[in-house]
T-cell receptor, first 113, second 112 residues
Framework: AQSVTQLDSQVPVFEEAPVELRCNYS??????LFWYVQYPNQGLQLLLK??????LVESINGFEAEFNKSQTSFHLRKPSVHISDTAEYFC???????????FGTGTRLKVLA | DAGVTQSPTHLIKTRGQQVTLRCSPK?????VSWYQQALGQGPQFIFQ???????QRGNFPDRFSGHQFPNYSSELNVNALLLGDSALYLC???????????FGQGTRLTVV
């Protein structure tokens, strides 16, 4: 069975500092990987996705994630965070084409001034 | 494009009652999935509808049921509500050749 582990429940970081949110998954088959962001009292917004091809994927707002098959990881990084990045971040895995997501427990990113 | 819309946004029910939540998928999408997100947790997959049939189901009791209509909109029904059913219920629509799902804003259900 698939599972996702987000190792950090909370990550405090100062504004303009770099951040890494960790995600490890377990699956015996090929997978799609996603990062979603959730702002307070809102739904989930897609941040970025890995389907195939280049292992480094980027979002339009400066986040990037790298798929590492040997380490079964999909860590999210940003070189310089802003106050507006404060939110809950969820890593998810799915079997290709099923649209059934298994989510991690989330990491709360708090950017400090 | 209106995106994924859910109604109502908030709901308070009493233990033992029944509730119906509604979802309209994004234009061009034919698959609707429902998730339960308890406070401080990640979303948990309840079930998925495609072509008006339940295609996949997560580990939820039969008290949770659903329906998909010909226009692809969907309902989630929960019978005999328990306090533990209090959560944010998220609808996700997918299809149209895209690999990712799009989520609605959710319905916050409180059972008292």
């Amino acid at each position: 069975a698939q599972s996702v582990t987000q190792l950090d429940s909370q990550v405090p970081v100062f504004e303009e500092a770099p951040v890494e949110l960790r995600c490890n998954y377990s699956s015996s088959v090929s997978v799609y990987l996603f990062w979603y962001v959730q702002y307070p009292n809102q739904g989930l917004q897609l941040l970025l996705k890995y389907l195939s091809g280049s292992t480094l994927v980027e979002s339009i707002n400066g986040f990037e994630a790298e798929f590492n098959k040997s380490q079964t990881s999909f860590h999210l990084r940003k070189p310089s965070v802003h106050i507006s990045d404060t939110a809950e971040y969820f890593c998810a895995v799915s079997d290709p084409g099923t649209y059934k997501y298994i989510f991690g427990t989330g990491t709360r990113l708090k950017v400090l001034a | 494009d209106a995106g994924v819309t859910q109604s109502p946004t908030h709901l308070i029910k009493t233990r033992g009652q029944q509730v119906t939540l509604r979802c309209s998928p994004k234009s061009g999408h034919d698959t609707v999935s429902w998730y339960q997100q308890a406070l401080g947790q990640g979303p948990q997959f309840i079930f998925q509808y495609y072509e008006e049939e339940e295609r996949q189901r997560g580990n939820f009791p039969d008290r949770f049921s659903g329906h998909q209509f010909p226009n692809y909109s969907s309902e989630l029904n929960v019978n005999a509500l328990l306090l533990g059913d209090s959560a944010l219920y998220l609808c996700a629509s997918s299809g149209g050749g895209r690999a990712e799902a799009f989520f609605g804003q959710g319905t916050r259900l409180t059972v008292v």
